[in-house]
């Protein structure tokens, strides 16, 4: 054994030589080869991939026997010196993640001059870990269509044509607390539990065998440890993170003008116009200049500068240009050309004319995107990883900066370990692009967008909920305008509802830019400790606020209470629902209870009016906080401490929902000295009282322009309250806003809001007397959601067919009559199911009119079923018997078990499950288990662990079963 004051080396009998480095305390660099030289610079950190650390670490080793420990204060690695065999530990001594067999490791590389391969070895290395029984596996980059869960997988780290590949990244993210980043810039492969369910084994056919392996709780760390080793992602200019468009290649200065005006013309806000590389007079080499197309893009050469010019224009309209680059091709066999050193110098010229940033591209499409090409020979594979778009992009930031001060948005299509650092990434059209987005930001890549979808509102919705979003016409004719009335309406809303959330959208970009925690955040990184949101690939966090879902017409609902966006109902988690699209919206969108929402007022480009006005969206029924930050948008002044951060609370007791907005701490150039909060306040109930800093405002009707001084107004038919708190330029402590709920508080949070804003889904075709049926499902098995979100859907039926006073009051009547009924079969009568509040007296009236009826209703549907779930309710078997199955469906579940357990005979459970739920037992148990198994086979779970899961002890007979469910069987299922 032999140590230096950075590492430890120890060489095994077998002629192994180990070296362990710990670079902080979480993380340790660990190489083996066996010619026992370490060459440095390590490989990514020759490539500028790793920095690192300038912190003195303390560490120290310990031996006993055959094992030696090498410690920090917050991880540490054992090591076999007979085997060369390590395992990895956590803070509290847990062991995280173990070898479970000795490496492998060829003769190594040796490096010559300069950093050129001198001597490789023919047969590479190969280590393996051991994974838990339940353990998880994120990261890999970009894999197209491999489930976001990568335990199963197969994946190559490579670029190769054919391989529709944009972004690997050899990162592995535990749900057990340990990451591994593989120190290697050549093509190796990962099999994550894929030929062994319980071994993830890591190849490779030259080089040593080095990887980082770092410590953390939860996935969250573990990306920021990862940020820590790799440097932090790139914060885009404020613009970026609004609506881009890129024009389609045949254009010329006038159309792109057009297109531009187009989006102003119609009130659609958009920031960045891209030009695809047809821009420039030949194609651009590296090697010399270029200059716009003498009769695409003529421009005057003895005034190439100002508002006159195209460019000129475009920044006039308050657009921001961004220009095409083809990356360079490669050489003979895959190698690539080195840059020239001063090849930025071409584009200065342009930068100078007002390009502020660069579209990378790549010249042969895959599925409408382009992967870096390497040729099939085995010379390839030894090539460098690292592509071309690093090192452009890095040129070009570098460049810009001191061209400029600024930060230009780049954006390529591929890239590799640490790309976050110099560009975004982005895509083209794929199945299911969701799953690049949030693949990415589990791999240290926050900025992904895919190009938006624009002919389906479903594109649409998730177009704009990307951490970027792009409309790219390439060859096509992509603009909005061309879309149909329908689309098109749907696309401005979005568009935007996308800008107004550019406060909060940057807020969480700078979280990105600081810790890793990514913008679009998979489940698994915000609820790891629920067993069925890790599952849900079709929907993920945007920010700490937004739960979407894409492509899909099932939502999962988290712990908690959360507020449908697009028709104010809430919900109550956990909670698996059916949702039905409101005209709208083209997906599901929810807000957590608590979430606090800066936003701007309507704009039609970031920067158009100074930021000295904010909305502040409130959503009540939890606790929350959110810290503002703004800088100017542009400079890195930020990293010089240029930005203001203010933290906003919010606390709910149940009786008062307050809020308490800190003072702006920091400053950046042009911060306004004032700022005014246009606070609104999300709530079906309006508040008995509202003080702000313990004075008590007054209500007023809402009919002024700009309310007047300490007032506050309620919209009932949104169901929103507004007030306006100015700053006081003298005001030295946070600012104190207090909502105090009135004494229906309680049902009135767990009802929808009222009818008639809340459409009758076209999708819905159900009959009233089917919904009545539903209604009556939801009450006997006390089940909120079903009951309430079914009863608004019946509402809406009954007046559509007419709004009337009698028929108002008719309609009432006939739903308190299934209320009556269901009162009876808990041996009760409404009036002693009140039990003498008032309150619900009042509700038993016949009302005059359409809102107050379903009020009404909600209010006595809700009474009843907290009643039943109260008061032990001996009827609500049903409950019971659905209980035991979704808590037990990994089991095999009979009638009779079932039935034995509720002291019931199985003739009378089958007869009253069938009544209440409308299937026969068999059939709801079998739907049940195979909706689980299908999320599991999508989830990344094998056949075998699916079939295990949902109770089949045969998988043979699960296959069988789930084909003749299906239609596929589970494997075509996965793929």
């Known amino acids: 054994m032999s140590s230096t004051r950075a590492a430890v080396v120890v060489q095994t009998p077998n002629g192994l030589h180990v070296c362990i480095e710990p670079i902080a305390p979480h993380t340790f660099h660990v190489r083996l080869n066996r010619t026992g030289r370490f060459e440095e610079p390590a490989p990514l950190a020759r490539l500028g991939v790793v920095a690192p650390s300038p912190l003195p670490v303390c560490w120290e080793t310990k031996t006993r026997g055959e094992e030696m420990d090498v410690s920090t204060d917050s991880a540490s690695i054992r090591l076999d010196r007979h085997s060369g065999q390590l395992s990895l530990y956590g803070e509290a001594g847990t062991l995280l993640t173990r070898q479970n067999r000795p490496p492998r490791v060829g003769c190594g590389t040796l490096s010559g001059p300069g950093g050129a391969a001198a001597g490789t070895s023919e047969d590479g290395f190969e280590t393996q870990f051991a994974l838990a029984a339940e353990e998880r596996i994120y990261g890999l980059g970009d894999q197209h269509d491999t489930p976001l869960m990568k335990r199963g997988c197969k994946i190559s780290i490579c670029f190769h044509v054919g391989k529709e590949v944009h972004a690997p990244v050899p990162l592995l993210l535990s749900s057990e607390g340990w990451g591994l980043l593989m120190d290697t810039d050549r093509r190796h492969e990962f099999d994550v539990g894929s030929s ?41 200019p404020v613009w970026a993170y609004g609506l881009a468009y890129n024009c389609n290649q045949q254009t010329t200065a006038r159309d792109m003008l057009e297109d531009a005006l187009k989006f102003r013309r119609e009130g659609i806000p958009c920031d960045m116009i891209g030009l695809e590389p047809t821009w420039m007079d030949r194609p651009f ?81 895959v599925r409408e995107m382009a992967n870096v090409p390497v040729a099939a020979d085995d010379s390839a594979l030894d090539t460098e990883n690292l592509p071309h778009s690093t090192l452009v992009g890095r040129s070009i930031r570098e460049g810009f900066a001191t061209q400029t001060g600024q930060r230009p948005m780049i954006y390529t299509p591929v890239g590799y370990t640490g790309i976050q650092k110099y560009a975004a990434v982005w895509s083209g059209g794929r199945t299911r692009a969701h799953l690049s987005v949030l693949g990415l930001g589990l791999s240290g890549i926050p900025h992904m967008a895919v190009d938006m979808e624009l002919h389906t509102a479903a594109g649409i919705h998730f177009g704009f909920f990307q951490p970027w979003s792009k409309v790219n016409s390439w060859a096509y004719w992509r603009h909005p305008l061309l879309l149909d009335p329908e689309l098109l309406r749907l696309f401005k809303t979005y568009a935007k509802l996308r800008y107004r959330l550019l406060p909060y959208i940057y807020s969480a970009a700078h979280v990105a830019s600081r810790t890793g925690l990514p913008i679009a955040r998979a489940m698994p990184l915000v609820f790891p400790d629920d067993p069925h949101a890790v599952t849900q690939q079709n929907q993920y966090m945007f920010g700490d606020a937004f739960l979407v879902a894409v492509f899909t017409d099932r939502v999962y609902l988290p712990a908690g209470e959360w507020h449908d966006y697009w028709t104010g109902e809430k919900f109550a988690g956990p909670a698996d629902i059916p949702y039905h699209l409101p005209k709208q919206a083209g997906g599901p969108l929810f807000v957590r209870a608590g979430a606090i929402v800066p936003m701007w007022p309507d704009t039609e480009y970031a920067g158009q009016r100074p930021p000295d006005r904010l909305e502040l969206h409130l959503y009540p029924g939890g606790d929350g906080e959110c810290t503002l930050y703004e800088d ?97 330029a003298e005001r030295q402590a946070s600012l104190r806003l207090e909502f105090v709920r009135s004494d229906g508080r309680e049902v009135q949070r767990m009802s929808g809001r009222r009818q008639r804003s809340l459409p009758c889904p076209s999708s819905d075709r159900r009959t009233a007397g089917e919904l009545e049926k539903d209604i009556e499902v939801g009450l006997a098995t006390e089940s909120t959601v079903k009951a309430l979100s079914t009863l608004e859907r019946w509402w809406a039926v009954r007046m559509a067919e007419s709004d009337s006073v009698e028929d108002v009051r008719e309609h009432w009547l006939a739903m308190n009559g299934l209320f009556v009924r269901t009162a009876e079969r808990k041996g009760r009568t ?119 899961q949902t109770g089949f002890k045969d998988t043979s007979y699960f296959i069988r079963v789930f084909r003749k469910y299906w239609g596929v069987t589970p494997g075509e299922m996965r793929s």
């Not at 197309?293 to 921001?320: I, V």
């Not at 203010?646 to 009786?655: K, L, M, P, Q, Y």
């Not at 700022?675 to 999300?682: E, I, Q």
């Not at 209440?916 to 079998?926: H, N, P, R």
Request: aromatic fraction near 10%; glycine fraction near 8%; charged fraction near 25%.
């Open 196 to 236: 062994s369910p319980d071994v993830v084994r890591i190849r490779g056919r030259r080089g040593e065998l080095a990887f980082y392996l770092f410590a953390s709780d939860g996935l969250a760390g573990l990306l920021q440890k990862y940020s820590e080793l790799t440097g932090p992602a790139a914060l885009l």
């Open 285 to 365: 080499d590296y090697d010399a200049p270029v200059d716009w197309h003498p009769d695409r893009f003529y421009n005057p050469q003895w005034l190439p500068q100002g508002a006159h010019t195209f460019m000129g224009a475009l920044h006039t309209a308050g657009f921001k240009l961004t220009l095409g680059l083809y990356l360079q091709d490669n050489g003979e066999a895959g190698q690539q050309r080195n840059l020239p050193e001063d090849w930025y110098n071409y584009l200065k010229p342009f930068v100078a004319q007002g390009v502020l940033g660069f579209n990378l591209c790549t010249k042969i499409p």
């Open 632 to 728: 100017d948008g542009r400079t890195y002044g930020y990293l010089h401490g240029e930005m203001a951060e203010t933290s906003i609370v919010c606390r709910d007791d149940g009786r008062v929902f307050s809020a308490e907005i800190g003072l702006r701490i920091g400053r950046y150039p042009d911060m306004p000295e004032r700022r005014a909060w246009d606070v609104v306040l999300h709530t079906l109930d309006k508040p008995s009282a509202v003080k702000v800093d313990g004075q008590s405002w007054r209500e007023t009707n809402g009919s002024h322009k700009e309310p007047p001084p300490a007032s506050w107004s309620y919209y009932r038919k949104t169901g929103t309250l507004r007030l306006l708190v100015p700053d006081a």
């Open 830 to 948: 409404l009036h002693e199911i009140a039990g003498g509040d008032p309150l619900l007296r009042t509700r038993l009236q016949p009302p005059d009119n359409a809102e107050d009826a379903y009020s009404s209703l909600a209010f006595i549907a809700a009474r009843l079923i907290e009643y039943g779930k109260r008061r032990g309710d001996p009827h609500g078997i049903v409950r019971q018997a659905t209980d035991i199955i979704m808590s037990e469906i990994d089991q095999e579940l009979s009638l009779q078990a079932v039935a034995d357990r509720l002291h019931l005979s199985s003739s009378y459970l089958s007869r009253k499950f069938k009544h209440v739920i409308g299937l026969a037992f068999s059939d709801y148990v079998l739907e049940k288990k195979m909706e689980l198994a299908k999320e599991l086979l999508l989830a990344g779970s094998t056949v075998a662990a699916s079939a295990e």
